[in-house]
């Protein structure tokens, strides 16, 4: 099960005043604990959620050092995803 985390921040207008609000949508590659609730005050910085990965992992940025576009990737791997 992969916890989603659906988060949204403001930007600080004049006096303190919001400007806009933020929505992202986050999913945990794996099975892991969410550290917020609905509502909370979170800032930049803040862990909202953590997850253990098993083993050594190494995250590349294969499609930049590949030089293909994001959704091109699959064409150049040997192995499937998962």
């Known amino acids: 099960m992969n916890p989603e985390l ?10 303190g005043e919001a400007a806009g609000v933020i929505y992202k949508r986050r999913l945990l ?13 979170v800032r930049a910085a803040d ?5 253990a990965l098993p083993g050594k992992f190494h995250l590349l940025p294969a ?6 576009a994001p959704g091109e ?3 150049f791997l040997r192995k499937n995803t998962g």
Do not use: M
């Open 6 to 15: 659906l988060l949204f921040g403001r930007d600080s207008g004049s006096a």
């Open 29 to 41: 590659p794996v099975e892991g604990e969410v550290l917020v609730r609905a509502g909370d005050r």
């Open 47 to 51: 862990a909202v959620a953590q997850a």
């Open 63 to 68: 499609a930049a050092r590949l030089g293909v």
């Open 73 to 75: 990737i699959r064409k």
